[in-house]
């Protein structure tokens, strides 16, 4: 069987088991037999109201999420030739994570929609920021990194001062800035998706440039390719992508690191497959690491951005020690 159908079946099966956990598995435990009433038939109440308006949305907001910033990933270690490509170690996700905090602290309004759209734009902004970094030739990509992961840490600390100076609860803090799926209504899951949609539609524009940008500026000039004006497309998108993501479920850090390495390992070093492959990866890991956070300490959740960070940084360490 060739091996990216094989692949594929896999992430199939590992997606519905995923998903089956992510109904079946809660405080509220549902035998095979309440489940296959309240999807078919919806008889019980209470049921329905545990799987259609808890557990569905939270399953479909983790796998959404995941993807929207595992491709921010796959586009920040393009773009800027780095290995440790992340929207949150590269600050993409801190202008978005500021918009939270205003929202929380009732400052801004928390109408879904309006805090979206200026999550992403937020987000594009940071994203031009860091374009216009990497665009520069005496740049190195670990000057980038440390350049990025400083106007990160800058924006959590603004974004923890406002919360703490508004005396927003410690759970909804650690919400932001660590991540959470819990509790989050439909309402707030569909605006994200036409952010979505356009920042794929953005990336998949370029993707079949990406290979040669990834090889180097020059390369790419002398065949005739604007790198400059494939990389702004880029970027952006990555910016629609992480700030959407970001206004559901708070910050999830390294996310964007992982799935592109795990990724190039699957598919070799063709950008466009792993775009395609890194969506649902993403979702992959993003899903499981939620099944973690919420089950291992049950009753009580740790923000799944925690679950994410433990599995992460030691990939990080390591390809820091390798590449930079």
Not at 11 to 31: D, E, N
Not at 68 to 96: K, W
Not at 286 to 292: E, G, H, K, T, W
Not at 308 to 321: K, R
Request: charged share 5%; net charge positive; with cysteine.
């Amino acid at each position: 069987m060739n091996r990216l159908v094989f692949c594929t079946v896999i992430i199939l099966i590992l997606t519905v088991i995923g998903g089956f956990l992510g109904i079946v598995l809660g405080p509220s435990k549902l035998s095979l037999g309440d489940l296959l009433n309240t999807l078919l038939l919806k008889s019980d109440s209470v049921n329905s109201t545990i799987i259609w308006d808890i557990r569905i949305p939270r399953i479909l907001i983790a796998f959404t999420v995941g993807s929207a910033f595992a491709i921010s990933g796959v586009i920040l270690q393009t773009n800027t030739r780095n290995p440790l490509g992340d929207p949150q170690l590269f600050g993409i996700t801190g202008g978005a994570l500021i918009v939270q905090a205003l929202v929380l602290s009732g400052i801004l309004s928390n109408n879904p929609w309006f805090q979206t759209t200026l999550s992403v734009i937020a987000s594009i902004i940071s994203a031009i920021l860091i374009f216009t970094l990497a665009n520069r030739s005496n740049v190195k990509p670990s000057t980038l990194a440390l350049i990025g992961f400083s106007i990160g840490a800058m924006c959590i600390a603004i974004s923890t001062g406002i919360m703490a100076y508004y005396r927003v609860f410690t759970q909804q803090v650690l919400s932001v800035i660590g991540g959470s799926t819990s509790n989050i209504p439909w309402s707030s899951y569909f605006p994200m998706l036409p952010f979505m949609l356009l920042g794929l539609i953005l990336i998949f524009a370029v993707s079949n440039k990406l290979n040669v940008i990834a090889l180097g500026d020059v390369i790419s000039k002398n065949i005739g390719i604007n790198s400059t004006r494939i990389k702004f497309i880029s970027m952006i998108s990555a910016g629609i992508l992480s700030g959407a993501a970001v206004s559901v479920v708070g910050t999830v850090g390294l996310l964007g690191l992982m799935a592109p390495h795990i990724t190039r390992i699957i598919v070799g070093n063709n950008v466009r497959l792993i775009l395609c492959f890194s969506i649902p990866i993403g979702g992959l890991l993003m899903l499981y690491a939620d099944q973690i956070s919420r089950l291992a300490f049950m009753p009580n959740e740790v923000p799944v951005g925690f679950v994410i960070s433990a599995l992460g940084a030691p990939l990080m360490v390591y390809l820091a020690w390798r590449y930079l």
